[in-house]
């Protein structure tokens, strides 16, 4: 069995390329870099990669994450400015002894030493959107975080049995410079094991960390949960402990595989959506729905929603 499962519709095309390269043999690490690329190198994504929208002095500040399932080596990067792939740099950095997370410039310095490619990943459309987001806030002032999340997030088996998590993100429209995420973060923004199957996450980050919900996942897994329950209970449970706490809970929305390639996804937002493809399925975008007493259920995209989707990411923006 082989399969791999990422949050929000971008993760498409990378993992329709990914379910090519799993049936023809390639290792989960080949294949979810591949598919993260993917979505790194395209531009009309503002949240992750090229393209990938600025923090509040208009630099792009990129979170990466890879991690191998089998070994748990894992690699990370936090606030890398100015590489296109760093997906690719965190899963170098997996295969090192020691420093496997690095940050800003040392980060910067040690893709640089690997040959890494140079890219300024500021696009014109992320100028726009920056220079629109002042106009629109000057008058209040306080700049407020881009609410929506794209973080891109996956979990992959291959036909060994070896599973690997990857991410990939800009962060937060407008963060403060030198913010870092769930997405880099062990057990917050993924994880993984082979033995059970793997996690991650896309939302606020500095609530998905408060609660490790990757982790939760993987660790519900283990006791023998099938994906769909385990997101389910850990995201209802965390998003109504966040509440009773702290009176709100940011968004999340998890998406997990477990190592026989079924799959699950939970999140506690209107809008969310995710593609899987497995030996049995085809590449197929979810959108995730609620009933009228609130339980969450899945509807394959529709042509039209996804015509609508790549009209709205590709439309001209009018600086204000
Ligand atoms: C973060 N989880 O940096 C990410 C946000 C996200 O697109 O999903 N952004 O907190």
């Known amino acids: 069995m082989y399969g791999i499962i990422a949050t929000w519709r971008m993760a498409l095309e990378g993992i329709t390329e990914a379910d090519k390269m799993l049936k023809e043999g390639s290792s989960a690490g080949d294949a979810i870099e591949t598919a993260v690329k993917a979505v790194e190198d395209f531009e009309y994504y503002k949240s992750v990669g090229y393209g990938g929208l600025p923090n509040e002095e208009m630099e792009v500040e990129l979170d990466a994450a890879f991690m191998d399932g089998t070994t748990l080596d894992l690699g990370c990067v936090g606030g890398i400015k100015d590489f296109a792939n760093p997906v690719s740099i965190a899963r170098k950095l997996s295969k090192e002894p020691v420093n496997n997370f690095l940050v800003g410039a040392g980060a910067e310095k040690y893709a640089h030493r690997h040959g890494f490619e140079r890219k300024n990943m500021l696009t014109e459309r992320a100028k726009i959107h920056y220079h629109n987001r002042v106009v629109e806030t000057s008058a209040n002032?306080?700049?407020?975080p881009y609410s929506g999340h794209d973080t891109v997030g996956m979990v992959c088996?291959?036909?060994e049995g070896n599973m690997t998590s990857a991410t990939s993100t800009s962060g937060l429209f407008?963060?403060?410079?030198g913010r870092v995420g769930d997405s880099p973060v062990s057990g917050s923004g993924f994880y993984v094991d082979s033995n059970v199957g793997g996690a991650s996450a896309t939302g606020l980050g500095e609530d998905v960390m408060k609660g490790c919900v990757s982790y939760e996942i993987v660790r519900l897994m283990k006791d023998g949960m099938h994906p769909q329950q385990a997101c389910e209970k850990a995201v209802k449970e965390f998003d109504a402990d966040l509440k009773r706490r702290r009176n709100k809970a940011g968004?999340?929305?998890l998406i997990a595989m477990n190592n026989k390639g079924e799959w699950g996804c939970a999140t506690?937002?209107?809008g969310f959506s995710f593609a899987v493809a497995t030996e049995n399925e085809d590449p197929t975008v979810y959108l995730v729905k609620f009933d009228e007493d609130g339980k969450q259920y899945f509807e394959v995209a529709s042509k039209e929603w996804m015509d609508n989707y790549m009209k709205t990411r590709t439309a001209p923006l009018v600086r204000k």
Not at 141 to 144: G, R, S
């Open 268 to 270: 506690n937002i209107e």
């Open 157 to 159: 088996l291959d036909c």
């Open 251 to 253: 968004d999340m929305s």
């Open 141 to 144: 002032t306080e700049l407020k």
């Open 174 to 177: 407008m963060k403060h410079p």
